[in-house]
């Protein structure tokens, strides 16, 4: 009797697991991810134009990421601060392009690694300035740039400390003209979106860049603590998928 009582209460517990799992499972079969990134207002804008190149490459890592991860990966239209305001409320899982700041969001859990750097680099005109090996050697130099004041923290603050002169250009074809005209002598600017205007104009012998990059941004994945998918198993899955598409 005792033996019939231990086996029900074992398959009892067996079939409550089951059942638990069962209800849990839905919610987890699909992850619904949105991008940081905001939709840009004017593509003839600079800073459009980088938006419009970071949606994009957010959008086709988060597919390449589902196939590594052997998870599915919903995208919904939520962008910006909506798009934060659903991953903060847990109704969307996963956002995608967000900085990881030194105040970070208490409200995620941040993915590591980044799944993309944005470097953001300093040309000069062509062998006009050999001697110069690092951007903090600017005395005396005119630059121009087309970079928003909060990505270069560190650099702003070493041109207002030593008085540098620094003008800024609404998009790169203005201030490569500034350059070229020899109104400026340097333009600081995102890399990839430079050297994409450059070669797309044949402009590439006219500048080189410096070495030492002004600033390195990462953009990261975060998932919401409040997702009903979110647990160590799932963070060290995606993890180990970032980590794989990122050393590729």
Not at 118 to 146: F, I
Not at 208 to 232: F, H, R, T, W
Request: net charge neutral.
């Amino acid at each position: 009797m005792r033996r019939r009582l231990i086996i029900c209460a074992i398959a009892a517990a067996c079939s409550y697991s089951a059942s638990a799992h069962a209800i849990e499972q839905p919610m987890c079969q699909r992850l619904v991810a949105a991008n940081y990134i905001a939709q840009p207002q004017d593509a003839a804008q600079q800073d459009d134009a980088q938006r419009i190149a970071l949606r994009q490459l957010s959008t086709e890592f988060v597919q390449r990421l589902a196939r590594v991860a052997q998870v599915q990966i919903k995208q919904v239209a939520a962008q910006g601060d909506q798009a934060l305001a659903e991953v903060h409320s847990g109704r969307v899982d996963l956002i995608i392009g967000i900085e990881q700041s030194v105040e970070q969001d208490t409200q995620l859990d941040y993915l590591l690694p980044a799944y993309t750097q944005l470097r953001y680099g300093l040309w000069v005109r062509s062998g006009e300035h050999r001697t110069l090996k690092q951007w903090p050697e600017l005395l005396g130099m005119r630059g121009t740039r087309v970079v928003p004041p909060q990505r270069l923290i560190d650099f702003d603050l070493q041109a207002q400390l030593l008085n540098w002169p620094v003008r800024t250009a609404a998009a790169v074809p203005l201030a490569v003209d500034q350059v070229l005209a020899g109104e400026a002598d340097y333009i600081v600017a995102q890399e990839q979106i430079m050297r994409t205007y450059l070669h797309k104009h044949d402009l590439q012998r006219r500048f080189e860049l410096m070495e030492q990059p002004v600033a390195v941004e990462g953009l990261y994945m975060a998932i919401s603590k409040d997702s009903a998918c979110n647990s160590p198993a799932l963070r060290a899955r995606l993890s180990k998928a970032l980590s794989s598409l990122s050393s590729q």
